[in-house]
């Protein structure tokens, strides 16, 4: 018998509007999928995974913002959000990616646009390594790549995956509640937690509400933020670094500067690592820039997909056709560092309402490409036993 028909009856996951919500049956595995109806036939297919204890709801502003770019489909990764545990109790990086795997081989929507956030980009950048034929474009927010010197504001959540510190905390919180413990998530993911709507705010303490009834919740976050420190030990060719300079599709970097879970000097890094990157820097954003800037992450997504020659003739670029112009809930100065890889420097794309916006060229140095199909995915298999449980 599965997990998922074991499992008590909770309340039911808010669905946003336009949004439609489904449940897919794999071998080991039932993932929620979100998704909003493509505006007309032919757009290409995007998938977006989500941070450690987010879900699908993490993604729904942008991709309303995308409507008309892409056909959009958000998944609640195993354990997480409406999704139940996996038989397996795999939370590893590597058991999150195979579900990522596992589902776009059975939708046969692949090459998708693959957009990840925080342990999201971790799994979606091991998945673009392995299966670079399952990948057009890679879009990281935030990703959970290895950093030597962790923040200190970031110690707490990794401290979730030593053994007995989950129900530890678990009991010293009790007496929280579940507005106390949604501002506090707040006011650690978002640069200005100020911007959070009362509307947005009511929804996250709902969803917060509904989870904590999961008797399996503090036992997922655990096991997964485990995941995440045993995959910044691996070296090799498992290592994320090494992994990262093995993907071939162009991709985009968004970071934060007041990021306190995923440090921003780690952003030149990955420009460097990732051989054809462009690095868009918000100075005002957090961990989750996709739900504080919205519109903007989507306008440097649709240059990505423009440069990448993958916008279709409908899709537009956004206002002026370049980040610094889009105006989101507050002005930003964003920044944009260009495309990476094999091209020489480029000059400045101009200025535009108060942003700066340049380009610059790194040479990659990455290593030759992965191989496709079913030899790349033992890559997967490959590090199951190094890498939690």
């Not at 958000?74 to 990522?100: K, M, Q």
């Amino acid at each position: 018998m599965s997990v998922a028909a074991v499992l008590p009856k909770v309340a039911p996951v808010r669905v946003g509007d336009g949004e439609r919500l489904r449940s897919v049956r794999l071998p080991g595995i039932t993932l929620t999928v979100r998704s909003r109806p493509p505006v007309r036939e032919g757009l290409p297919p995007a998938l977006y995974v989500h941070g450690l204890g987010g879900s699908s709801q993490n993604w729904s502003l942008l991709m309303a913002q995308l409507d008309g770019v892409v056909d959009s489909e958000a998944l609640d990764l195993p354990g997480f959000g409406d999704s139940p545990p996996p038989d397996d109790g795999d939370y590893s990086v590597t058991g999150h990616a195979r579900a990522v795997i596992r589902y776009l081989d059975a939708a046969g929507r692949g090459p998708v646009h693959l957009v990840g956030n925080s342990l999201g980009g971790a799994v979606t950048t091991r998945v673009a390594a392995v299966r670079p034929d399952l990948v057009r474009t890679l879009t990281l927010v935030s990703p959970a790549l290895p950093e030597l010197r962790v923040q200190r504001t970031a110690v707490p959540t990794a401290l979730l995956g030593v053994p007995g510190v989950a129900s530890l905390f678990t009991r010293v919180s009790r007496e929280w509640t579940a507005e106390q413990r949604v501002r506090g998530v707040l006011g650690l993911c978002y640069g200005d937690p100020g911007q959070v709507t009362p509307e947005e705010f009511r929804h996250a303490v709902e969803e917060l509400e509904r989870r904590l009834q999961l008797p399996y919740f503090w036992d997922v976050m655990a096991r997964s933020s485990r995941g995440v420190v045993n995959a910044y030990t691996l070296g090799g060719q498992h290592g994320l670094w090494r992994q990262a300079e093995r993907v071939l599709a162009p991709t985009l970097l968004v970071y934060g500067r007041r990021d306190q879970l995923v440090g921003y000097r780690m952003a030149q890094r990955a420009a460097r690592a990732f051989r054809d990157s462009r690095l868009l820097s918000l100075p005002d954003a957090g961990h989750v820039a996709m739900m504080e800037y919205p519109e903007i992450v989507a306008t440097a997504f649709r240059e990505l997909l423009a440069d990448a020659g993958e916008l279709g003739a409908g899709a537009q670029t956004g206002a002026g056709g370049g980040v610094s112009a889009v105006t989101g809930r507050r002005a930003v100065d964003a920044e944009a560092v260009g495309r990476g890889g094999r091209g020489g420097r480029s000059g400045a794309r101009g200025v535009r309402d108060g942003g700066s916006v340049s380009t610059v060229s790194e040479s990659g140095g990455a290593s030759s490409g992965a191989g496709t199909g079913s030899g790349a995915a033992g890559d997967v298999k490959g590090d199951d036993t190094n890498t939690g449980s």
